[in-house]
């Protein structure tokens, strides 16, 4: 059975930092493209970032380019995304989801989230 299990959220002020980590199982971690996703109160899901299996390629929302970075460590099946220069929208529930790129990511598996609020 695959699992995710994301961790590290929390209240930040605007400008401060976070470290989310993703812990997998019960799949091929390290041949697995992956994807960071959050989710603002009343707004879809939009892909924030994304890893190869390698790490070679990554993908980063406009939005968050230059902020965010995303990082795994395959022999701990652990994905990351360091949060940076945090700013009020990027309030919202993050999840990580096992795919590089999907056209609807309401159908690919992902965790149950850890909540990031960033505010004053």
């Known amino acids: 059975e695959v699992q995710l299990v994301e961790s590290g959220g929390g209240l930040v002020q605007p400008g401060g930092s976070l470290r989310l980590s993703c812990e997998a199982s019960g799949f091929d971690f390290s041949s697995s493209g992956l994807t960071w996703l959050r989710q603002a109160p009343g707004k879809g899901l939009e892909r924030v970032s994304s890893?190869?299996?390698?790490?070679?390629?990554?993908y980063y929302a406009d939005s968050v380019k230059g902020r965010f970075t995303i990082s795994r460590d395959n022999a701990k099946n652990t994905l990351f995304l360091q949060l940076g220069n945090l700013k009020t929208e990027d309030t919202a529930m993050y999840y990580c989801?096992?795919?590089?790129?999907?056209?609807?990511?309401?159908?690919?598996?992902r965790g149950q989230g850890t909540q990031v609020t960033v505010s004053s």
């Open positions: 989801a096992k795919a590089y790129y999907a056209t609807n990511w309401y159908s690919i598996t």
């Open positions: 890893i190869s299996f390698t790490g070679a390629n990554t």
